[in-house]
């Protein structure tokens, strides 16, 4: 390189194409760790294609798929919006990610701006698929799309709360752990794939206040029973997103 | 030359916890020189830069960097300088190339991402993920990642632990042709030949403090006493002699016939001595010059050695 190459020409790239930038960046990093697409993409049109076709679970006489589908949509959310946002902002951390690109000229009100953006092209894709494999298992949707999307969008900002409060203040190995535990845990007793109504009352209503279980109950009323907007659920999954985003908020450490 | 400054610290005080890392510290930068931040672990250099990096908010003191304190006005600092962490910073699962071009994205005036890959040797890291490279690889991607937005000023932090002598040399000579470019450097190091090296302005730390500063030349010439030895007839006599050299220099015979010269060792006092020798029929075999090192000075100073 020749003399005058590093002569300083100091300056921030423009927000919308920072923002652009980290975005595509850590959407391309997501999609290539195959661990990611095991909890996003594998494992929940797995379980939407095996427990559509084999008598396994009682859906209480109605079809298989049009139970399955909108719990395997919440399962997707959750697995993005918590599961794996948890464990890449933990080991980004871990690694020095974090601290690195706050001396960049990227706001980390922008960075997480961004993380989001992340998330939400993940569930696009993820739903875009899920919705054609369940088409394919012959699912037929009822209800009003906005109210869909508002269920999505709020348990959506009620995990990522979830995640980034875990990646903010465990150790990479521990958020690690738990978040894979806490998304098997969720998995079964969240009415995802296993209906509420199969444990015991006492068990039921507290299940029914977790977040999993507010956002595959609100998906559920809506798709297959044709609600009009399931307050309830997007209450609890309100009151998630408030008191989630407002921890990590606060206690989030970048090192 | 007297250039504008860059960095300026005052007094800077920075605990952890029970722990003082900074106690005290001044410390003046340059416009378009290399600092060298020299001293031992645990001194407090990390902890100094990153403080100018606005990584850390000062207990006393201030810091001004490029004239703005660097946790307030961090919106502002950060798209001035580049910031090598000493470990660390990239995305695991990215390529060497990505990461890079990912950085020049950020910025508005990026240097040729692919001529700053070819100049650090980073294309032959094809498609290999970052947690798979090699140690001196990952150096010097972040390296690269500190000068990408073509900054006014660099803090490198050991920018050369765990390299190979080759690269070692190749990051000496990169930072070198920042400083023909006019870009000012700070870099933290361990190593005594890369301060000596690389730096117009040595600043030497302990326990928080800076011990001693200068030139490489000025710290090896001020801070300790030179060394002049020769071998002769036993039982010369070292009282006529020391009469000839100047006042606060020593001599003595050692052991039989080998004699010390301590003091101001310059030209003129090797020809007094010569001369002197002449004199007295003489013959002095085996005249050695001992330069102190900074290493020398640094031992002196903390009674520590450097790379403990």
Same mark, same amino acid.
């Given at each position: ?11 921030a ?7 652009a ?27 939407l ?14 079809r298989?798929?049009d ?68 088409? @394919? ?8 799309? $906005?109210? /869909?999307?508002? %269920? *999505?969008? +709020? #348990?959506? =900002? &009620? ?27 969720l ?5 995802v ?10 068990v ?22 044709? @609600? ?8 609890? $999954?309100? /009151?998630?997103? %408030? *008191?989630? +985003? #407002?921890? =990590? &908020? ?6 | ?27 003046e ?88 890959i ?62 023909a ?86 030209p ?30 640094f ?10």
């Amino acid at each position: 390189m020749s003399v005058g190459t590093y002569t300083p020409a100091p300056g921030a790239a423009p927000l919308p194409r920072m923002i652009a930038a980290q975005t595509a960046f850590e959407t391309k990093m997501l999609l290539r760790n195959g661990e990611q697409l095991l909890l996003t993409v594998i494992i929940p049109s797995l379980l939407l294609v095996l427990f559509s076709t084999v008598d396994i679970i009682d859906t209480g006489g109605s079809r298989r798929v049009d139970f399955l589908a909108p719990g395997v949509l919440a399962l997707a959310v959750m697995s993005t919006a918590f599961t794996g946002q948890a464990i890449a902002t933990g080991f980004e951390r871990r690694y020095g990610v974090l601290k690195r690109l706050g001396a960049s000229p990227l706001p980390r009100w922008a960075l997480m701006t961004a993380k989001t953006l992340s998330v939400l092209a993940t569930e696009v894709l993820q739903i875009a698929l899920l919705t054609m494999i369940a088409f @394919a298992l012959g699912w037929s949707p009822a209800g009003n799309p $906005l109210s /869909v999307l508002l %269920l *999505l969008v +709020l #348990g959506t =900002a &009620a995990f990522s709360g979830l995640g980034l409060l875990m990646a903010g203040t465990l150790r990479a190995e521990a958020t690690l752990a738990a978040a894979n535990l806490v998304f098997l845990l969720l998995l079964v007793g969240g009415g995802v794939i296993v209906p509420l109504d199969r444990f015991p009352e006492g068990v039921q209503s507290v299940l029914a206040l977790l977040p999993i279980s507010a956002l595959s109950d609100g998906l559920r009323d809506v798709l297959q029973h044709g @609600a009009a907007m399931p307050w309830g659920d997007l209450g609890i $999954l309100a /009151v998630w997103a %408030l *008191l989630s +985003l #407002g921890a =990590a &908020a606060r206690l989030f450490r970048w090192e | 030359m007297r250039s504008e400054s860059v960095v300026q610290i005052r007094r800077l005080v920075k605990r952890y916890g029970s722990k003082t890392a900074v106690d005290g510290l001044d410390l003046e930068v340059h416009q378009g020189s290399v600092t060298a931040v020299l001293g031992p672990n645990g001194a407090g250099k990390t902890t100094t830069v990153e403080t100018c990096e606005g990584y850390r908010r000062p207990d006393a003191g201030t810091v001004r960097v490029l004239g703005l304190d660097p946790v307030a006005d961090a919106a502002k600092l950060r798209p001035r300088i580049g910031v090598m962490l000493q470990s660390g910073g990239v995305y695991s699962g990215a390529r060497a190339d990505e990461m890079l071009r990912h950085m020049a994205k950020l910025h508005a005036h990026p240097l040729d991402v692919d001529a700053l890959i070819e100049r650090l040797g980073l294309g032959r890291c094809g498609r290999t993920t970052y947690r798979r490279l090699s140690g001196g690889q990952q150096q010097r991607l972040a390296l690269a990642m500190a000068v990408v937005g073509r900054p006014e000023l660099v803090f490198l932090d050991e920018p050369t632990a765990g390299l190979d002598p080759h690269a070692r040399r190749s990051t000496w000579e990169l930072v070198r042709e920042l400083r023909a470019d006019g870009v000012s450097t700070v870099l933290t190091t361990h190593f005594m030949d890369e301060a000596e090296e690389l730096a117009d302005h040595v600043a030497i730390i302990d326990a928080g403090k800076v011990v001693a500063e200068g030139s490489p030349e000025q710290l090896c010439r001020g801070g300790a006493e030179n060394t002049l030895r020769f071998m002769g007839r036993p039982g010369l006599d070292v009282g006529s002699l020391l009469k000839a050299l100047p006042d606060g220099t020593e001599a003595v015979e050692l052991t039989t016939g080998a004699y010390r010269i301590t003091g101001q060792v310059d030209p003129q006092l090797l020809a007094t001595v010569t001369s002197w020798c002449a004199q007295h029929g003489v013959m002095p075999e085996g005249i050695s010059v001992e330069r102190h090192t900074l290493e020398d000075v640094f031992l002196e100073l903390t009674g520590k050695e450097l790379r403990s």
